[in-house]
């Protein structure tokens, strides 16, 4: 059972539920801060410490965390060719948020629009749609990425394209399945009647209803999106070594793990907390918007 | 059931060819083709285009590709150019290293993952059912990949219980399929979970109760039974999301699988072999989502009658 499973078994209706009252619980803040810390990172750290991934400083590698270099205090150590771990951190921050949003984006516009436009007409467009999502489905989208990225010319944009060409198929079937039932009600048939086209009434009258389950389905999204590209990057398929990410660093460290342990653990570090907080998000979204009894 | 059974059949057939086209559009996309690979940067102008020719690139697309479905369906996919050898052929060497593995896998995900379930969905809302809620969701953010680099660092090299690397014995297996497992167990355990709370509130539970069962014996007799069919249902569904796993899995441990050897192989640029390890892949996928799809449809009629409309 996969996310969109979940968010399909009890599609919302168009009433929202009245707001009940809730015990609060000041933990539950947790996750949307660390989320918050390292968006902070992603944005303003670059500007405040000066890292060049392809210089080298053979005198200062594999450096215990606390250490002092020329350029100041490693906190994190240094990695095998003398590069600051805690900048690797902050800069693979950035990589993380901009591929995640770029494929989250990606195939959440796809996924919604040919979902909506395949719920919403039946017929030969939604037979198309529906067996592409079938295959889709039924094959590793990880694989295909791996395929796709390792055999490509490497760069951030067919990073971005090599994970968004499976991604996609969650949004649609989402979309499509709460804009069948939608579409059998009453104001759209009154918009019909009203003589308001497709497209318009596609736009005003349906995809408002889709709203509260995609953004819960594309915060899981962005989770898996991170997670994949990061293993991408740890598999050397990915981006090109002069940009910055998780992944790659923690492939860095690998040889070097009985020594200098900093190298792969800081990144992985950093990586599993943003994954497990967008997933906390997530999982309270979706139970929101599926109405399900906590 | 019949026409059940052939429409998930024609959508198997479909997704194969979907996978075939994909890679054959990928690997023409790609920078250098078969013959400048094999021939490497040092082969002359003449020497590539004679290579090229034996292996039909120089015809046009349509015909290249129509050829390509041939060999597909003969299951010939040509000589790996790092191996010298067929593709196919070092595939299937690879394939019973990656059944042991996912199959290991398999079994431990769902040994925890009911008794897991079990534990959470015995007493909903309770605290522990709310822990086993919070640990099998971070089990299923986990990055996969560095757990297991976690796992090499404490069991191989602090603690040397288990070695780091490598394939053929029981201790070699261990850390891999453990790691392969872990997001795997959260889900059958969530999936455990839900089923057992809903199976407490049926009546026959109060029976058995009334009757004078002990609580184990009300679980295990009764509640437990019944909320096994998700459970059968998402692992078989999930064994694409599984063989994903276990191709970077692989590559982590040193796991003699297929899955090293497609990353090696995209790696290398040998499209021969990554080729014959997807359409292989794909045919796993296919034919154990199919059992799943029967066992299914056999056990709930409710999805045979769908199928229908």
């Given at each position: 059972?996969?996310?969109?499973?979940?968010?399909?078994?009890?599609?919302?209706?168009?009433?929202?539920?009245?707001?009940?009252?809730?015990?609060?619980r000041?933990?539950?803040?947790?996750?949307?801060?660390?989320?918050?810390?390292?968006?902070?990172?992603?944005?303003?750290?670059?500007?405040?410490?000066?890292?060049?991934?392809?210089?080298?400083e053979?005198?200062?590698?594999?450096?215990?965390?606390?250490?002092?270099?020329?350029?100041?205090?490693?906190?994190?150590?240094?990695?095998?060719?003398g590069?600051d771990?805690?900048?690797?951190?902050?800069?693979?921050?950035r990589?993380?948020?901009?591929?995640?949003i770029?494929?989250?984006t990606?195939?959440?516009?796809?996924?919604?629009?040919?979902?909506?436009l395949?719920?919403?007409?039946?017929?030969?467009?939604?037979?198309?749609?529906?067996?592409?999502?079938?295959?889709?489905?039924?094959?590793?989208?990880?694989?295909?990425?791996?395929?796709?990225a390792?055999?490509?010319?490497?760069?951030?944009?067919?990073?971005?394209?090599?994970?968004?060409?499976?991604?996609?198929?969650?949004?649609a079937?989402?979309?499509?399945?709460?804009?069948?039932?939608?579409?059998?009600?009453?104001?759209?048939?009154?918009?019909?009647?009203?003589?308001?086209?497709?497209?318009?009434?596609?736009?005003?009258?349906?995809?408002?209803?889709?709203?509260?389950?995609?953004?819960?389905?594309?915060?899981?999204?962005?989770?898996?999106?991170?997670?994949?590209?990061?293993?991408?990057?740890?598999?050397?398929?990915g981006?090109?070594?002069?940009?910055?990410?998780?992944?790659?660093a923690?492939?860095?460290?690998r040889?070097?793990?009985?020594?200098?342990?900093w190298?792969?653990?800081?990144?992985?570090?950093?990586?599993?907390?943003?994954?497990?907080?967008?997933?906390?998000?997530?999982?309270?979204?979706?139970?929101?918007?599926?109405?399900?009894?906590? | 059931?019949?026409?059940?059974i052939v429409?998930?059949?024609?959508?198997g057939?479909?997704?194969?060819?979907?996978?075939v086209?994909?890679?054959?559009?990928?690997?023409?996309l790609?920078?250098?083709?078969?013959a400048t690979?094999?021939?490497?940067?040092?082969?002359?102008?003449?020497?590539?285009a004679?290579?090229?020719?034996?292996?039909?690139?120089?015809?046009?697309?349509?015909?290249?590709?129509?050829?390509?479905?041939?060999?597909?369906?003969?299951?010939?996919f040509?000589?790996?150019?790092?191996?010298?050898?067929?593709?196919?052929?070092?595939?299937?060497?690879?394939?019973?290293?990656?059944?042991?593995?996912?199959?290991?896998?398999?079994?431990?995900?769902?040994?925890?993952?009911?008794?897991?379930?079990?534990?959470?969905?015995?007493?909903?809302?309770?605290?522990?059912?709310?822990?086993?809620s919070?640990?099998?969701?971070g089990m299923?953010?986990?990055?996969?990949?560095?757990?297991?680099?976690?796992?090499?660092?404490?069991?191989?090299?602090?603690?040397?219980?288990?070695?780091?690397?490598?394939?053929g014995?029981?201790?070699?297996?261990?850390?891999?399929a453990?790691?392969?497992?872990?997001?795997?167990?959260?889900?059958?355990?969530?999936?455990?979970?839900?089923?057992?709370?809903?199976?407490?509130?049926?009546?026959?539970?109060?029976?058995?109760?009334?009757?004078?069962?002990?609580?184990?014996?009300?679980?295990t007799?009764?509640?437990?039974?019944?909320?096994?069919?998700?459970?059968?249902?998402?692992v078989?569904?999930?064994?694409?999301?599984?063989?994903?796993?276990?191709v970077?899995?692989?590559?982590?441990f040193?796991?003699?699988?297929?899955?090293?050897?497609?990353?090696?192989?995209?790696?290398?640029r040998?499209?021969?072999?990554?080729?014959?390890?997807?359409?292989?892949?794909?045919?796993?996928?296919?034919?154990?989502?199919?059992?799943?799809?029967?066992?299914?449809?056999?056990?709930?009629?409710?999805i045979?009658?769908?199928?229908?409309?």
């Open positions: 059972m996969t996310q969109s499973d979940i968010l399909l078994t009890e599609a919302p209706g168009p009433v929202a539920p009245p707001a009940r009252r809730r015990r609060r000041p933990l539950a803040a947790i996750p949307y801060v660390i989320i918050g810390l390292y968006v902070l990172a992603a944005t303003i750290g670059p500007l405040l410490i000066d890292y060049d991934p392809v210089a080298t053979v005198t200062e590698r594999l450096l215990p965390p606390g250490s002092a270099t020329e350029s100041g205090t490693a906190w994190l150590g240094t990695d095998a060719v590069r771990v805690l900048a690797q951190v902050v800069y693979g921050a990589t993380s948020f901009i591929i995640g770029a494929v989250v990606a195939c959440g516009l796809i996924g919604v629009v040919l979902g909506a395949a719920g919403y007409s039946g017929g030969l467009p939604d037979a198309a749609v529906s067996r592409t999502i079938d295959v889709l489905m039924a094959f590793p989208g990880i694989l295909l990425a791996i395929v796709i390792g055999l490509l010319e490497r760069g951030m944009h067919v990073v971005i394209i090599a994970l968004s060409v499976g991604g996609w198929v969650g949004f079937r989402l979309s499509r399945s709460i804009t069948m039932s939608t579409r059998e009600r009453d104001w759209v048939d009154a918009a019909r009647i009203m003589g308001v086209s497709k497209a318009a009434t596609l736009k005003r009258h349906i995809v408002p209803f889709l709203t509260g389950s995609v953004v819960a389905l594309a915060t899981i999204e962005l989770a898996s999106a991170v997670l994949s590209e990061a293993a991408l990057s740890f598999l050397g398929l981006l090109p070594p002069h940009i910055v990410s998780w992944g790659q923690i492939a860095g460290g040889e070097h793990l009985a020594t200098a342990w190298i792969t653990v800081f990144p992985g570090i950093a990586l599993t907390v943003l994954v497990v907080c967008i997933g906390l998000v997530g999982d309270r979204l979706t139970r929101r918007f599926t109405r399900k009894r906590d | 059931m019949t026409y059940f429409k998930r059949l024609a959508i057939l479909l997704t194969i060819w979907g996978v086209t994909a890679v054959f559009i990928v690997v023409r790609a920078p250098g083709d078969q690979v094999a021939l490497g940067p040092d082969a002359s102008a003449a020497e590539v004679a290579l090229r020719h034996t292996l039909g690139l120089d015809q046009p697309l349509l015909v290249q590709y129509l050829s390509y479905l041939g060999d597909v369906v003969r299951l010939d040509g000589d790996s150019y790092r191996f010298g050898r067929p593709a196919m052929d070092q595939v299937l060497e690879r394939f019973p290293a990656t059944a042991e593995l996912t199959l290991a896998a398999t079994v431990i995900a769902i040994v925890a993952g009911l008794i897991l379930g079990v534990i959470a969905g015995k007493k909903p809302g309770s605290g522990l059912d709310r822990a086993v919070t640990v099998t969701l299923q953010a986990l990055p996969p990949f560095w757990v297991g680099i976690m796992f090499i660092l404490i069991f191989a090299l602090q603690l040397q219980v288990l070695p780091s690397a490598g394939g014995s029981l201790a070699n297996l261990v850390l891999p453990v790691t392969l497992a872990i997001p795997f167990t959260a889900l059958v355990a969530r999936m455990t979970r839900s089923g057992v709370a809903e199976t407490m509130s049926e009546a026959f539970v109060q029976t058995a109760r009334s009757k004078g069962l002990t609580e184990t014996q009300v679980l007799g009764h509640v437990v039974k019944n909320s096994l069919i998700p459970v059968v249902t998402v078989g569904l999930q064994v694409g999301t599984l063989l994903g796993g276990a970077i899995i692989e590559t982590v040193a796991w003699p699988g297929l899955g090293s050897l497609l990353v090696s192989a995209v790696g290398n040998d499209y021969a072999v990554v080729q014959a390890a997807t359409v292989l892949i794909a045919l796993c996928v296919i034919v154990l989502n199919l059992a799943a799809d029967i066992i299914n449809a056999k056990l709930d009629p409710r045979r009658l769908e199928a229908r409309r």
